[in-house]
């Protein structure tokens, strides 16, 4: 099974990168990387030390219901390019594990699904839960602190 990695799309970041608001309407934070653990949604990758980017409310979903999380993520401040959805996000190399939870087509959590994944078998469960028909797609969370990476899909 070949895995497609969804990162923010070009024009959701554009507007939040242009002044646009965040999930909850609030205009996103500025910061100024440490280079530290600091990685943005769109491309994928770490936003290096010195660089500007912006700390914003962000829910990944299309609708506004009970298993639609929202939380803290990071967007580099200036236009990045967008990830490009075959290879592995260099930003899922940057910890030792993650959370992986399946969710229907639905966008609710298929139950039973979620779990922490040592960072080197994230593909093979990504594609084991991919496998199993009432599994739609994938999020990729931080094990620590929950917060959304990215969205697997199969291809």
Do not use: W
């Not at 923010?8 to 280079?35: C, F, K, T, V």
């Amino acid at each position: 099974m070949n895995l497609r990695y969804i990162a923010m799309s070009d024009g959701e970041a554009e507007r939040l990168q242009q002044g646009g608001r965040d999930a909850y309407g609030n205009l996103p934070n500025r910061d100024i990387s440490d280079g530290d653990g600091v990685p943005c949604r769109h491309c994928l990758r770490n936003v290096e030390r010195g660089e500007p980017y912006l700390i914003l409310a962000y829910r990944p979903f299309s609708s506004v219901q009970a298993y639609a999380e929202t939380g803290p993520i990071f967007l580099h401040a200036e236009k990045c390019p967008g990830h490009d959805g075959r290879s592995l996000p260099p930003i899922l190399g940057s910890s030792k594990e993650y959370l992986l939870r399946g969710y229907g087509a639905d966008e609710r959590i298929v139950y039973g699904t979620g779990g922490i994944v040592p960072a080197e078998n994230l593909a093979q469960r990504a594609g084991e839960l991919l496998a199993q028909q009432e599994v739609a797609f994938v999020h990729v969370r931080s094990a620590k602190y929950n917060c959304y990476q990215c969205r697997i899909e199969a291809d």
